[in-house]
């Protein structure tokens, strides 16, 4: 019942593991676009017919699930890639929480896009899942690669990184959001700001499907209302679903969930995912917040540091860009014929 979400204690690293393939289920190794020298692994489980890609993101605490030989397929019908996080049991690399590891997931996609391209459907259609700190990846990167995925579902994610840390009791996240993002939230807020889904919500295009328990503890239900209530500010309400399970969450994201509330949410889950297998395009003009960069199909900005937040206005037919931000960040964007551009944002005085 969603296991892999749930914030555990992390697997043993185990970095030397050697990639396999077997009928339904291979352990793979790729490289980081961002990050030379660092080797990222993944499990790819293959079904028993073409079909779209999913995503899976694990829980903060976690690593994705142990790799295993499979003879047969999933119960689910997708290609479907587990990632491990950089800096978990399988991955090298330093965790940064929604900051670079999320081009990993990118990464991860074009990976399997190009070794596993007669095993897919469509492309173009991706699908992503993931909870507790997974579902706080999901709300990120819908907003930082804002036409990669057809649809997402983002179970118990936490939306705001800063009140995260203000509400964290016990200091169970908090030592490590001090390392992943280098500051507390009192003593620098955008580096928060740019890793935070409800931050960044404005971006959103993708259909997406919130879950949260009204007694979770460890990521309080607050968190997926105030995505929800973002989006609505930013004119977004037609894109986001919320369900809210009363009476359910605690220690564990899920105590005290029926079996009839969960076979009922899997059901949605499914139906939100079929009625949207239709690939995102951007508009060619607009603007995006960026949090740290940017990825489009058309372009990609890249801010000095995955901690610098600026809005950008982009004419893509009249090659336009303009990024202001709270200080002269330094940026480049690449377009999608391969042009390079580079420069500082204007800045803006502080609100």
């Known amino acids: 019942m969603y296991e892999q979400y749930e914030d555990r204690i992390r697997q043993q690293a185990d970095k030397r593991r050697p990639e396999f393939r077997s009928p339904y289920q291979d352990f793979r190794y790729y ?42 397929p999933s119960d689910k019908p997708y290609l479907i890639v587990q990632v491990d996080m950089r800096g978990r049991a399988y991955s090298e690399g330093m965790p940064d929480c929604n900051g670079l590891e999320l081009i990993d997931v990118y990464d991860a996609i074009r990976f399997v896009k190009d070794e596993y391209k007669e095993l897919l459907l469509d492309p173009d259609v991706v699908y992503i899942e993931g909870g507790s700190g997974g579902g706080g990846n999901v709300l990120a990167l ?43 939230p009192w003593e620098a807020i955008e580096p928060y700001e740019a890793r935070s889904g409800a931050f960044l919500a404005s971006n959103q295009l993708t259909p997406l499907l919130l879950v949260h328990g009204s007694f979770d503890a460890r990521v309080p239900a607050s968190h997926s209302r105030l995505y929800a209530d973002a989006a609505s500010r930013a004119g977004k ?33 499914e139906r939100h995912r079929r009625s949207n297998a239709v690939p995102i395009e951007i508009a060619p003009t607009g603007t995006f917040l960026v949090g ?16 610098a937040v600026a809005r950008l206005e982009y004419d893509i037919d009249g090659g336009q860009f303009r990024l202001r931000a709270k200080r002269p960040y330094a940026y480049r964007i690449l377009t999608e014929e391969g042009v390079s551009l580079e420069g500082r944002a204007d800045v803006v005085p502080e609100a």
């Open 237 to 269: 309400s037609r894109l986001v679903r919320y369900v809210e399970w009363r009476g359910v969450g605690g220690e564990e994201h899920t105590d005290r969930l029926p079996d009839a509330l969960h076979r009922e949410f899997a059901e949605r889950n």
């Open 142 to 184: 819908v907003n930082k690669f804002p036409d990669l995925f057809a649809a997402a579902t983002a179970l118990y994610g936490v939306s705001d990184y800063a009140e995260w840390y203000a509400c964290d009791r016990i200091g169970e996240f908090r030592d490590e959001m001090d390392v992943w993002i280098g500051c507390a």
């Open 292 to 307: 740290g960069y940017l990825i489009t199909k058309r372009f990609a900005v890249h801010m000095e540091s995955p901690d």
């Open 31 to 72: 490289s980081s676009s961002v990050t030379p020298g660092i080797r990222l692994a993944l499990n790819v489980l293959k079904p028993a017919r073409p079909s779209y890609l999913l995503v899976e993101l694990h829980g903060w605490h976690m690593s994705m699930p142990a790799p295993q030989h499979r003879d047969t």
